[in-house]
């Protein structure tokens, strides 16, 4: 799993893994990463997982973000690639030495749990392939059974999905046990077991 090494003034202050789709990194308690400095913007970058790799994103944040010293707005990270955020270092370590584990196996059985709504309490399992979900010209999703995980990709649609309450965008998303998917209101929680 791909990890950031946190340091101030050359010291290691902490490991942080990255094990979501986003890592929002800001001064404000209610990021992942927090760092506490006055150079830090409230919400200053995120670092995104995608399937084409872990990227770095400035946030407009008042000073800006540096990758190997040059500065950003988003950048592709590769191994040992070190992120300045105000005084802040962050070390990439994209750890290609272990194999991921899968996220699951191919006898997991998925299940949507409707959490608000009309339909609140009621679970739908993910038996095809492909399963698609949401209301025709205002926003549909679907979700797609791969070899070793289930994928969240938009559709059609006014608005894009939300997962685990972040604004999604057309790209696919990788789907873990727990995520709440949000159609336009209407929450729904994913189950892998």
Known sequence: ???????????????????????NIGRRPSNDLVLDHLAVSGRHAAIDTTNEGVYILDLGSTNGTT???????????????????????LKFDANTG??????????????IKILTG??????????????????????????????H??????????????????VTDARPRALRHGDVIDLSGTKMELHLS
């Open 1 to 23: 799993m791909p990890k950031v090494v946190v340091s101030f003034n050359g010291q290691v202050q902490k490991e942080l893994n990255i094990d979501r789709a986003r890592l």
């Open 98 to 111: 272990a194999p991921a584990a899968p996220l699951m196996s191919a006898d997991t059985v998925a299940k």
């Open 118 to 147: 009309a339909n609140a309490g009621k679970e739908m399992t993910l038996s095809k392939q492909v399963t698609t979900l949401g209301s025709p010209s205002v926003l549909v999703v679907s979700i797609t059974r791969e070899p």
């Open 149 to 166: 995980q289930f994928t969240l990709s938009f559709v059609e649609g006014k608005v894009f999905p939300k997962l685990n309450g972040e």
């Open 67 to 89: 990758v190997n010293g040059h500065p950003i707005k988003k950048h592709l990270l590769q191994d040992k690639d070190v992120v300045e955020v105000g005084k802040y270092q």
